[in-house]
């Protein structure tokens, strides 16, 4: 393979000694990504015994598919999929609302008060309000047990901004813009029609960092949160395992027999959607990425990098 | 220059609206604080004549959304009060509380919350938890009876300043304080084993010949004979309890000794002895090696392998993945040779923080009436058993003889009690006796029931330290003491007994060290907390 590619020049016997350890670092790289993929695929169909054991390590053992139909029987965890679904595309979609139009504006050297608006928004990396303190914004501003606690206040990350700018100051010309003022072209309609289609890459980028943001985020609609028909996924994941680990000593509560026989037997149902439940909420991330990764390697690279 | 004034004034803007908008928020809070007070009534149901909304802070273990349950339904039939649930996941109370706390977003009443003494001095003092005595006296007949009745509530519950800020879960009928270590039954009848062991030397060699004897008849030297987990919170705790009784210790930390002194157990004589004890099982492999890192489910996963002889559960079937039988029996407390018998810990049924009342609250006379129903007998029969006539009924109505209803479609009764009713798996405030669950145990219970009284009750079991109120110094010393000690302790515990460390050579120097942060200090201090309540 790479001999068909490879140039006609010879490889001297550094360079093949070189290749060599190259392929073999990939190679355990390789297993090393791959290892927890494949344990866990294996262990959503394995016997929880022989998960536990270490009887499975690689390839599933005694399958059963009972995990999975528990999870697909289980509707708070469908619930969960569409808030999580709903959080994300509303949430992504006023992220970049936010993101793109204001790094733009940031990356543009004729925009007055510039270094002061930049400074401003650098300094919320540095010092933050805290817990409560937010909390106390949230509540006051009629947020606490709705979906928009969710998603407004996380509306901009200074992280995506600074990157965003980035990359418009590097691949936007300033030429272009003086040649769309030149034609008579407002700076709302150069940002539409000019910016944004060029700016493919990091807009898929910035999809990709919001959104994987939003699917993993739990945090928040633990603090914000107070009706479980609003949880999203994550939450509801969280809950499902945490009962696992609810026993007879750790509940402080006034316990019986019944009581303990039934944390006992919900801890077996959970150790048997445990890995089948992380499957199903990590594979539309999963399958997204590929489509989107041409971008972000490219993305990324073009914020860093100026050329 | 023009353009900076014109960049302060949409800042201004900005925050004007911002200061607008948080202005709608907090109109809620003010709805209802009037004297409503007037209008409860101090017997007889429903509550108050006019329907009363108020909010409640609990955990939740996500088995059923809050305003569906059954039993709270009834209960506003009943009483005409009804609330609007706050809740947050259980693992993650804690957490939320706090929150609460530091943001002054109030709940009207606390339910299962678990508040600390702490927690309930400190915001008792600010005012933030109602003092409760005088609703008591007024409001509350049952809860005032239960505490004539038993004097050890009221002096529990009794903050160092004399106020009482939380009502308790009182459960006089459940009295493990840890669960019980159980032998495999199956490994004794292999070993022709018919008297348990009672001394430590004699639970040696039980372990000894399950390790060699292959109990389990697989032909594989797979058995582990004593197994534990290890949580951030201690070290292998699920075996210790028993272990450290075998030397006359009651508990971990603190226990109050027959003379009434208090003793910190780290460095008490007893304690070394545990721990050549356990290390002796370590180095002859008798302690499952995995016991400081395995989690429970790798227990479990062991125990319904048919691999371990002695272990802890709430019940043996459940870990070994059986069905209920009397054929794993409960392990007798052994004594070590000089020690004449072995100390035993008993639950002391009194949980402060159940419940309490804050400062928003609209109608804290209503909201005792409300809480009080949860300690008379109906009202606990209610909250543990759910409605009569879905999952039991009576018999006798007059003695309280119930018989269960078997659940529909072949479900699991507890499974659909944890639909009706939020005491499940929460410290919720009620009182459990044997009068609520009369006639609905079972064969297996009663088994259980005789042989927690024979080996545990009847052998001298006791309360090893009484549920107490430190003042807020107090505590907060104890705090900042036990941050360094707990983790010294445990870290040279796991040494001492994986050997790491010789009990015999490090010994006194442990000792010293926990000295020299303030172990005695600890006791004083408990000792001082221990003799008001005692002379309270």
């Given at each position: 393979?790479?001999?068909?590619?490879?140039?006609?020049?010879?490889?001297?016997?550094?360079?093949?000694?070189?290749?060599?350890?190259?392929?073999?670092?990939?190679?355990?790289?390789?297993?090393?990504?791959?290892?927890?993929?494949?344990?866990i695929l294996?262990a959503s169909i394995?016997?929880p015994?022989?998960?536990?054991?270490?009887?499975?390590?690689?390839?599933?053992?005694?399958?059963t598919f009972a995990g999975y139909e528990l999870v697909f029987n289980n509707p708070a965890i469908w619930n969960g999929y569409l808030n999580t679904i709903i959080y994300t595309v509303l949430g992504t979609a006023l992220n970049?609302?936010?993101?793109?139009?204001?790094?733009?504006?940031?990356?543009?050297?004729?925009?007055?008060?510039?270094?002061?608006?930049?400074?401003?928004?650098?300094?919320?990396?540095?010092?933050?309000?805290?817990?409560?303190?937010?909390y106390?914004?949230v509540k006051?501003l009629g947020l606490v047990n709705t979906m928009g606690a969710l998603i407004l206040p996380v509306a901009?990350?200074?992280?995506?901004?600074?990157?965003?700018?980035?990359?418009?100051?590097?691949?936007?010309?300033?030429?272009?813009?003086?040649?769309?003022?030149?034609?008579?072209?407002?700076?709302?309609?150069?940002?539409?029609?000019?910016?944004?289609?060029?700016?493919?890459?990091?807009?898929?980028?910035?999809a990709l960092?919001y959104g994987v943001g939003h699917w993993n985020s739990y945090f928040s609609s633990l603090i914000y949160l107070n009706s479980e028909s609003k949880y999203p996924l994550q939450m509801v994941l969280r809950q499902i395992l945490v009962l696992q680990e609810m026993?007879?000593?750790?509940?402080?509560?006034?316990?019986?027999?019944?009581?303990?026989?039934l944390m006992?037997s919900k801890a077996e149902t959970a150790s048997l959607i445990k890995y089948g439940v992380i499957v199903v909420s990590t594979l539309p991330i999963i399958a997204v990425y590929?489509?989107?990764?041409?971008?972000?390697?490219?993305?990324?690279?073009?914020?860093?990098?100026?050329? | 220059?023009?353009?900076?004034?014109?960049?302060?004034?949409?800042?201004?803007?900005?925050?004007?609206?911002?200061?607008?908008?948080?202005?709608?928020?907090?109109?809620?809070?003010?709805?209802?604080?009037?004297?409503?007070?007037?209008?409860?009534?101090?017997?007889?149901?429903?509550?108050?004549?006019?329907?009363?909304?108020?909010t409640m802070m609990a955990p939740d273990t996500g088995v059923q959304n809050w305003e569906d349950m059954v039993v709270l339904k009834?209960?506003e039939?009943?009483?005409?009060?009804s609330f609007e649930y706050k809740n947050a996941p259980k693992d993650s109370f804690?957490t939320k509380?706090?929150l609460?706390?530091?943001?002054?977003?109030?709940p009207?009443?606390?339910y299962a919350?678990?508040?600390?003494?702490?927690?309930?001095?400190?915001?008792?003092?600010?005012?933030?938890?109602?003092?409760?005595?005088?609703?008591?006296?007024?409001?509350?007949?049952?809860?005032?009876?239960?505490?004539?009745?038993?004097?050890?509530?009221?002096?529990?519950?009794?903050?160092?300043?004399?106020?009482?800020?939380?009502?308790?879960?009182?459960?006089?009928?459940?009295?493990?304080?840890?669960?019980?270590?159980?032998?495999?039954?199956?490994?004794?009848?292999?070993?022709?084993?018919?008297?348990?062991?009672?001394?430590?030397?004699?639970?040696?060699?039980?372990?000894?010949?399950?390790?060699?004897?292959?109990?389990?008849?697989?032909?594989?030297?797979?058995?582990?004979?004593?197994?534990?987990?290890?949580?951030?919170?201690?070290?292998?705790?699920?075996?210790?309890?028993?272990?450290?009784?075998?030397?006359?210790?009651?508990?971990?930390?603190?226990?109050?000794?027959?003379?009434?002194?208090?003793?910190?157990?780290?460095?008490?004589?007893?304690?070394?002895?545990?721990?050549?004890?356990?290390?002796?099982?370590?180095?002859?492999?008798?302690?499952?090696?995995?016991?400081?890192?395995?989690?429970?489910?790798?227990?479990?996963?062991?125990?319904?392998?048919?691999?371990?002889?002695?272990?802890?559960?709430?019940?043996?079937?459940?870990?070994?993945?059986?069905?209920?039988?009397?054929?794993?029996?409960?392990?007798?407390?052994?004594?070590?040779?000089?020690?004449?018998?072995?100390?035993?810990?008993?639950?002391?049924?009194?949980?402060?923080?159940?419940?309490?009342?804050?400062?928003?609250?609209?109608?804290?006379?209503?909201?005792?009436?409300?809480?009080?129903?949860?300690?008379?007998?109906?009202?606990?029969?209610?909250?543990?058993?759910?409605?009569?006539?879905?999952?039991?009924?009576?018999?006798?109505?007059?003695?309280?003889?119930?018989?269960?209803?078997?659940a529909p479609d072949?479900k699991d009764?507890e499974e659909i009690r944890s639909t009706l009713t939020p005491n499940y798996g929460i410290?919720?405030?009620?009182?459990?006796?044997?009068?609520?669950?009369?006639?609905?145990?079972?064969?297996?219970?009663?088994?259980?029931?005789?042989?927690?009284?024979?080996?545990?009750?009847?052998?001298?079991?006791?309360?090893?330290?009484?549920?107490?109120?430190?003042?807020?110094?107090?505590?907060?010393?104890?705090?900042?003491?036990?941050?360094?000690?707990?983790?010294?302790?445990?870290?040279?515990?796991?040494?001492?007994?994986?050997?790491?460390?010789?009990?015999?050579?490090?010994?006194?120097?442990?000792?010293?060290?926990?000295?020299?942060?303030?172990?005695?200090?600890?006791?004083?201090?408990?000792?001082?907390?221990?003799?008001?309540?005692?002379?309270?």
């Amino acid at each position: 393979m790479a001999k068909a590619i490879a140039n006609p020049i010879r490889e001297s016997k550094g360079d093949k000694i070189f290749l060599g350890f190259t392929y073999a670092y990939l190679c355990v790289a390789l297993v090393v990504v791959l290892y927890p993929l494949i344990y866990i695929l294996s262990a959503s169909i394995s016997n929880p015994t022989a998960v536990n054991t270490g009887e499975m390590w690689l390839f599933p053992k005694e399958i059963t598919f009972a995990g999975y139909e528990l999870v697909f029987n289980n509707p708070a965890i469908w619930n969960g999929y569409l808030n999580t679904i709903i959080y994300t595309v509303l949430g992504t979609a006023l992220n970049l609302a936010v993101t793109l139009p204001a790094a733009y504006a940031l990356s543009r050297s004729d925009f007055v008060g510039r270094g002061w608006f930049m400074g401003f928004i650098l300094l919320t990396m540095f010092f933050n309000g805290g817990l409560v303190p937010t909390y106390l914004v949230v509540k006051n501003l009629g947020l606490v047990n709705t979906m928009g606690a969710l998603i407004l206040p996380v509306a901009a990350s200074v992280w995506n901004i600074v990157v965003a700018r980035t990359f418009f100051q590097s691949t936007i010309p300033k030429e272009l813009q003086e040649a769309a003022h030149i034609d008579g072209c407002t700076n709302l309609r150069l940002f539409w029609k000019i910016v944004l289609p060029l700016s493919a890459p990091i807009i898929a980028v910035m999809a990709l960092f919001y959104g994987v943001g939003h699917w993993n985020s739990y945090f928040s609609s633990l603090i914000y949160l107070n009706s479980e028909s609003k949880y999203p996924l994550q939450m509801v994941l969280r809950q499902i395992l945490v009962l696992q680990e609810m026993s007879a000593e750790t509940t402080g509560a006034a316990m019986n027999a019944d009581t303990a026989a039934l944390m006992s037997s919900k801890a077996e149902t959970a150790s048997l959607i445990k890995y089948g439940v992380i499957v199903v909420s990590t594979l539309p991330i999963i399958a997204v990425y590929p489509f989107l990764q041409r971008y972000f390697v490219q993305g990324v690279m073009i914020g860093s990098v100026k050329g | 220059m023009n353009v900076r004034s014109k960049a302060w004034k949409l800042l201004m803007i900005g925050g004007l609206g911002a200061s607008l908008l948080a202005g709608c928020g907090s109109k809620e809070e003010a709805a209802s604080p009037d004297a409503k007070n007037a209008e409860v009534k101090k017997e007889g149901f429903p509550i108050v004549e006019a329907p009363l909304k108020m909010t409640m802070m609990a955990p939740d273990t996500g088995v059923q959304n809050w305003e569906d349950m059954v039993v709270l339904k009834e209960m506003e039939k009943l009483t005409n009060i009804s609330f609007e649930y706050k809740n947050a996941p259980k693992d993650s109370f804690e957490t939320k509380k706090n929150l609460v706390f530091a943001s002054e977003d109030y709940p009207d009443v606390f339910y299962a919350a678990g508040l600390t003494p702490s927690e309930q001095l400190k915001y008792g003092e600010q005012g933030v938890l109602l003092p409760l005595e005088d609703l008591i006296d007024e409001y509350a007949p049952n809860f005032k009876a239960l505490m004539d009745e038993y004097p050890d509530v009221r002096k529990s519950i009794t903050a160092p300043d004399g106020h009482i800020y939380s009502l308790p879960v009182i459960e006089f009928s459940q009295h493990w304080y840890r669960n019980p270590l159980w032998y495999n039954g199956s490994y004794l009848e292999a070993l022709g084993i018919d008297k348990l062991p009672e001394t430590t030397e004699e639970l040696y060699t039980y372990l000894k010949r399950v390790k060699e004897e292959d109990p389990n008849g697989n032909g594989k030297a797979d058995e582990i004979p004593i197994s534990s987990v290890t949580t951030p919170a201690a070290n292998i705790r699920d075996i210790r309890t028993w272990m450290l009784g075998a030397f006359g210790i009651y508990e971990e930390t603190l226990f109050v000794d027959d003379n009434d002194v208090v003793r910190y157990s780290p460095i008490e004589e007893g304690y070394k002895e545990y721990l050549k004890y356990m290390n002796r099982l370590w180095t002859d492999d008798l302690l499952d090696h995995e016991s400081f890192s395995q989690t429970a489910e790798q227990k479990q996963a062991k125990g319904e392998s048919n691999q371990l002889g002695l272990f802890s559960a709430w019940h043996a079937y459940q870990l070994l993945g059986t069905e209920a039988s009397d054929k794993d029996p409960m392990f007798l407390p052994v004594h070590a040779e000089n020690v004449e018998k072995a100390a035993i810990a008993k639950n002391g049924g009194i949980k402060t923080g159940a419940f309490a009342i804050t400062k928003t609250n609209p109608n804290p006379a209503a909201s005792m009436r409300w809480a009080d129903y949860l300690y008379s007998y109906e009202g606990s029969v209610l909250f543990n058993k759910g409605p009569e006539g879905t999952l039991w009924e009576y018999t006798n109505k007059e003695d309280h003889t119930k018989k269960a209803i078997p659940a529909p479609d072949g479900k699991d009764s507890e499974e659909i009690r944890s639909t009706l009713t939020p005491n499940y798996g929460i410290p919720a405030p009620t009182i459990l006796t044997d009068e609520v669950n009369k006639g609905l145990t079972t064969e297996f219970d009663e088994w259980v029931n005789n042989e927690t009284q024979t080996k545990l009750l009847d052998n001298g079991a006791r309360v090893p330290f009484p549920a107490l109120f430190l003042t807020v110094e107090e505590q907060s010393e104890i705090n900042s003491l036990n941050s360094d000690l707990s983790t010294y302790v445990k870290q040279m515990e796991a040494k001492f007994i994986t050997g790491a460390e010789s009990v015999d050579g490090g010994w006194d120097a442990y000792v010293d060290t926990l000295k020299k942060m303030g172990a005695e200090r600890v006791a004083e201090i408990n000792q001082g907390a221990y003799d008001r309540w005692k002379a309270n």
